[in-house]
C-alpha cells in the first residue's frame, strides 16, 4: 500500500502558476505508475496529467498540454504537477493517484491509491 498526500494548492490569477506537489509513505514509491487527476463542482473526475514508473514517459490531457508537466523525483517519493498559464476553468480539487499498472493511464478505475485532494482556484 502507499499513502499519499498532495500539497501546493491555493488561490491563483489566471494566468499565474502553481506547483502541487504529491508525497508517498508505505510500498516501495518506484513500482508505481502516478496520475494527477481533477474534479469540478457538479463534473465527473478528469484526468489531468501522468508518469510511468521511472518518469521517462509523461502525458497530459489535451486540455491542459503545453501548460501543465508532471514530474517526478524518486529519491523524494513524490510526484509534482507543475501548472503554467492558469485558467479559470482550471479551478477543482486536485488529487494524485497510484497505479501498479506503472503506464501512466489516463483512467481514473487503473489507480488503486488516491491521495485526498488540493483546491486549485483560478480567479481575479
Known amino acids: 500500500q502507499v499513502h499519499l498526500v498532495e500539497s501546493g494548492g491555493g488561490l491563483v490569477q489566471p494566468g499565474g502558476s502553481l506547483r502541487l506537489s504529491c508525497t508517498a509513505s508505505g510500498d516501495d514509491f518506484s513500482i508505481y505508475g502516478m496520475g494527477w487527476f481533477r474534479q469540478a463542482p457538479g463534473k465527473e473526475r478528469e484526468f489531468v496529467a501522468s508518469t510511468t514508473r521511472s518518469g521517462g514517459q509523461s502525458y497530459a490531457a489535451d486540455s491542459v498540454k503545453g501548460r501543465f508537466t508532471c514530474s517526478r523525483d524518486n529519491a523524494k517519493n513524490a510526484v509534482f504537477l507543475q501548472m503554467n498559464s492558469l485558467k479559470p476553468e482550471d479551478t477543482a480539487i486536485y488529487y494524485c493517484?497510484?497505479?501498479?499498472w506503472g503506464s501512466g493511464s489516463a483512467s481514473p478505475g487503473n489507480y488503486e491509491y488516491w491521495g485526498q485532494g488540493t483546491q486549485v482556484t483560478v480567479s481575479s
Open positions: 493517484a497510484a497505479s501498479q
